[in-house]
């Protein structure tokens, strides 16, 4: 596709539950971030994957959340027992990955995620 | 659906005005800096961005200026038009690598008024 694409773009649950958070990045872009956004807020960093590997995990907020993308393209964000505080809009992002500089991130739509 | 910018500091201003939406950024290091615009139910889209090593740098209708010694940026947006009403969110940088994990300020929601 042209862009960075993300679904569902809603998703309500259950507090407890389990969810997945897919994004597909523009194709050929190696590096992929995860973003949280809560309301009012600036989105805040949770990962990077450069290729398959995440090289920086450090956003993530606790063991309950973890993220995949197997092949270097498609990624899944995952939530364990989910609560409440994790309502937010959960952006993704894809860039090349030059020898050197900043390349910029194309952002995805977000998916909402409520958690009653 | 809820807007992204509900509680945040609101610039209103008429049609064809300038605006201008200043940010703090945070960390002293960093050295690259970008302005993103959100519109609602989207996700941020890049505007313009600068180095710690330029003062002033001007796109179409946009300038971004940074003040390294008190740690801020402004973005100044010429001939403001209804198109132009979004959240606007500076973020700050390192650039170095191919690797940035941005870290964003606070937005300033933007009202454009006819």
């Known amino acids: 596709g042209a862009g960075v694409s993300q679904t569902p773009s809603n998703k309500v649950t259950e507090k407890g539950k389990y969810v997945e958070l897919r994004c597909d990045p523009i194709?050929?872009?190696?590096?992929l971030y995860w973003y949280r956004q809560s309301l009012g807020q600036g989105p805040e960093f949770l990962i990077y994957?450069?290729?398959?590997?995440?090289?920086?995990d450090s956003g993530l907020p606790n063991d309950r959340f973890f993220a995949v993308r197997p092949e270097g393209s498609v990624s899944t964000l995952k939530i364990q027992r989910t609560e409440r505080g994790d309502s937010a809009v959960y952006l993704c992002?894809?860039?090349?990955?030059?020898?050197?500089?900043?390349?910029?991130?194309?952002f995805g739509p977000g998916t909402r995620l409520t958690v009653l | 659906g809820e807007s992204v910018g509900l509680h945040l500091p609101t610039l209103s201003v008429q049609e064809g005005d300038n605006s201008i939406i200043n940010c703090a950024y945070s960390?002293?290091?960093?050295?690259?800096f970008i302005w993103y615009k959100q519109e609602s139910g989207k996700g941020p889209q890049f505007i313009i961005d600068i180095r710690s090593n330029m003062d002033k740098r001007q796109g179409q209708r946009v300038t971004v200026l940074l003040n390294k010694t008190v740690k801020h940026l402004s973005l100044q947006i010429a001939a403001t038009q209804p198109g132009d009403s979004a959240v606007y969110f500076c973020a700050e940088t390192l650039f170095s690598g191919g690797y940035n994990k941005l870290i964003f300020g606070a937005g300033t929601r933007l009202a454009v008024h006819p």
């Open positions: 992002a894809s860039s090349l990955r030059g020898p050197s500089g900043v390349n910029e991130q194309f």
């Open positions: 194709s050929g872009h190696t590096a």
């Open positions: 994957f450069q290729g398959t590997g995440a090289a920086d």
């Open positions: 960390n002293s290091a960093s050295d690259y």
